[in-house]
């Protein structure tokens, strides 16, 4: 595959299992570990835990909505920052554009972390493509995934962005239940049900289950397998990414 290939888990994943599972993802090749930033999870503290097990695995925060953890409170204290990406994004701001604008140009004064911005539609994907080093899209199918990736290469006009995709995984049949109570929890959410709307597709089709759908998302710079379990336990992680590491060599 062209695409690199991360792991991406809940924030809320506590330490111990993190610290666990991390030098075994790094072992495997993944790219990078991204957590995700939600109440009572701190991606921030994850990472660094993270950071104190691993010598190459990029650490990645997708993403810290900035409506409810503003970029001046952001402790990126203990963070490697040559592989560091700090993802961003606006949450539910009345302003989007502006906050994650202002949030960029301040994150840009205290580290040289590189910046990600989370971006549902085309005008921020645009502002990514100016302003950060790169957009972490969510829930698109793999043609939708390529339109995007298209526009971000034209809007960034020849600057380095990367272009990273979280798309929700499951690795053992009994996990199934799981992936659809989340496709169809984003099918009610509003921003994601009107861009689904938009874009012609429901959640459930943007999910991938084995090497096939691993493959077809080779149209972005890093595909970001974001695991789903039956329980999330240490034991049904460490299965997953062994199971999406031989879906990655298949693929090559």
Do not use: C
């Not at 506590?14 to 090749?29: F, K, Q, S, V, Y």
């Not at 077809?216 to 789903?228: C, L």
């Amino acid at each position: 595959m062209r695409a690199a290939v991360s792991i991406g888990l809940m924030g809320s994943t506590d330490g111990t299992t993190l610290r666990a599972l991390a030098p075994r993802i790094e072992r495997l090749g993944f790219d990078a570990l991204w957590l995700n930033d939600v109440p009572g999870g701190d991606s921030l503290a994850g990472l660094r835990g993270v950071a104190g097990v691993t010598g190459r695995l990029r650490l990645a925060t997708g993403v810290i909505p900035l409506d409810r953890r503003p970029a001046a409170t952001l402790d990126l204290t203990g963070l490697p920052a040559d592989r560091t990406a700090i993802g961003i994004g606006s949450g539910r701001a009345p302003h989007p554009l502006g906050l994650v604008e202002a949030a960029v140009a301040s994150l840009r004064t205290v580290t040289d972390a590189a910046i990600v911005v989370g971006a549902l539609g085309p005008r921020m994907r645009r502002l990514a493509a100016e302003q950060a080093d790169g957009v972490l899209l969510n829930w698109l199918t793999p043609a939708a995934a390529e339109a995007a990736t298209a526009d971000l290469r034209q809007d960034s006009r020849g600057r380095p962005v990367r272009g990273a995709l979280y798309v929700r995984t499951i690795a053992e049949e009994a996990a199934r239940g799981a992936l659809e109570r989340e496709a169809t929890r984003y099918d009610t959410v509003p921003s994601y049900a009107a861009n689904f709307e938009r874009l012609g597709f429901r959640a459930i089709e943007a999910t991938i289950d084995d090497a096939a759908g691993l493959a077809r998302y080779d149209v972005v710079d890093e595909v970001v397998v974001r695991a789903i379990t039956p329980t999330g336990s240490l034991a049904e992680l460490e299965r997953f990414v062994e199971v999406v590491a031989g879906w990655r060599g298949s693929a090559s």
